[in-house]
């Protein structure tokens, strides 16, 4: 009878999942084709994809290879028109979400907190226009999170370990040939990695020093394999070709044009606003025919401040109780926000904080989880409220036709949104 229940939820969580992925890649897709031209960073990477198909050189050196190939392969299966350039981001969008569920799910062992906290993403607007613009985010996104619940998954198994940890590190070096600024996620999950290793020996320093340090160099040279690999496309360029010998050298290259000197933006804002949500960006805003074409990065209020109240709440004295994933899911979402204090960004913009917005429903999820039933019925009016909030935000964040008045600016709730 134990068998057959633990089959009967093992199958249920295979069609949670499934179900999770079609549906929510169903939504990111909807009307995907508006608008039919490029916008925003799309008049960037779409060049750059189209350099790759064509092989004619290099084009938008300042990041990796991988997240624009992704978008040449859609480019070369749906055509070069705005379908092409963005269903590749609206299927990793939904990898995504399938790889929030299944790492909640491996942490929290409640298949409707998981499924909720999936929702949440699903919900989240920030999460949503990105799947739906031809940018790097997505391809980036996903492959963080299935290389953390591959690394957490060989942390939870004896047999086939060793597969699951060399799946996650490869995982994670393509997020960082997707984009850079998978970096610091991958360093972490490598020494989070490490880091368990030696606690399942008490921290042993001999144990340490001898097994786990040679380990997670094994590891380490596995994902910068995977992420010098992601590079191949640029060996076959017709004018200035990658070589092997080259290859170091344009790493170096990449951080001149990354680290060069930027004009002010109107839309640049600082790393502390960002959770607040003070300056979002219009990435779109023209008038089409009869209607205003719209689409403002924002995030859904109720993830991204109730997010912050959540985390608030669990650094009180109030919350007499926190669970290890709690901890260690606002250890994440603080680290996500601290590195651009670190990293050497002149400027910054909102959408550098979507990850950490991939990160809040993770952190609400356990926050929540931590109170057994009564926790799960309260995340479950949360998301609905989400939900609800989502639906209001739609016409702004869809490019939906809207009327060339001023009823746009209901979407707007402070000046500095304008």
């Known amino acids: ?26 939504l990111f897709a909807w009307n995907i084709v508006r608008p039919a031209k490029t916008y925003f960073d799309e008049v960037h990477y779409v060049p750059a994809a189209r350099a790759l198909i064509e092989a004619s050189g290099p084009v938008n050196i300042e990041h990796p290879l991988l997240a624009k190939t992704i978008i040449a392969a859609g480019i070369m299966l749906f055509g070069d028109n705005s379908l092409g350039w963005r269903l590749p981001s609206a299927f990793f969008a939904a990898i995504a979400v399938a790889a929030l569920f299944w790492l909640a799910l491996m942490l929290l062992r409640d298949l409707k907190i998981a499924t909720l906290a999936a929702l949440l993403l699903v919900f989240n607007q920030t999460h949503f226009i990105q799947a739906r613009i031809a940018m790097l985010e997505m391809p980036m996104t996903a492959l963080l999170l299935v290389g953390a619940c591959c690394l957490t998954r060989g942390q939870q198994v004896s047999e086939g370990a060793r597969r699951w940890e060399y799946a996650g590190v490869i995982a994670l070096g393509l997020a960082v040939g997707a984009k850079w600024l998978a970096i610091p996620f991958a360093v972490l999950a490598l020494g989070l990695t490490a880091w368990a290793k030696s606690r399942a020996r ?10 786990v340090t040679p380990d997670i160099v094994k590891l ?103 669970t290890p994933e709690m901890m260690a899911s606002i250890g994440v979402w603080v680290f996500s926000v601290l590195i651009w204090v670190i990293l050497p960004k002149q400027i910054g913009f909102f959408y ?11 952190v609400i999820a356990t926050f929540f989880a931590s109170f057994g039933a009564l926790g799960a019925r309260i995340l479950a009016w949360f998301t609905a409220l989400a939900a ?21 600016t209901s979407w707007v709730w402070f000046e500095s949104w304008l």
């Not at 109107?266 to 979002?280: T, V």
């Not at 550098?352 to 993770?362: A, D, K, Q, T």
């Not at 964040?397 to 060339?404: D, Q, W």
């Open 202 to 211: 008490s921290y042993d320093l001999v144990f340490t020093i001898d097994k």
């Open 1 to 26: 009878m134990a068998r057959s229940r633990a089959l009967w939820s093992w199958l249920d969580a295979r069609l949670v999942a499934l179900l999770l992925t079609i549906g929510s890649f169903a």
């Open 388 to 408: 609800a909030m989502f639906v209001y935000f739609y016409p702004v964040i869809s490019a939906t036709p809207l009327p060339v008045d001023d009823s746009w």
């Open 352 to 362: 550098y904080y979507n990850f950490s917005g991939v990160v809040l429903c993770m």
């Open 220 to 322: 380490g040279l596995a994902m910068l394999g995977a992420y010098l690999i992601t590079f191949w496309p640029a060996f076959l360029y017709s004018q200035d070709p990658m070589t092997i010998g080259g290859l170091i050298g344009h790493q170096f290259d990449m951080l001149d044009s990354q680290s060069g000197a930027l004009e002010p933006h109107p839309y640049q804002s600082d790393w502390w606003s960002w959770p607040l949500m003070l300056r979002p960006i219009w990435y779109l805003f023209e008038q089409v025919g009869d209607n205003f074409l719209a689409i403002l990065l924002v995030g859904n209020p109720v993830v991204y401040w109730g997010g912050l109240l959540v985390m608030l709440a669990a650094a009180s004295d109030w919350m007499s109780q926190r």
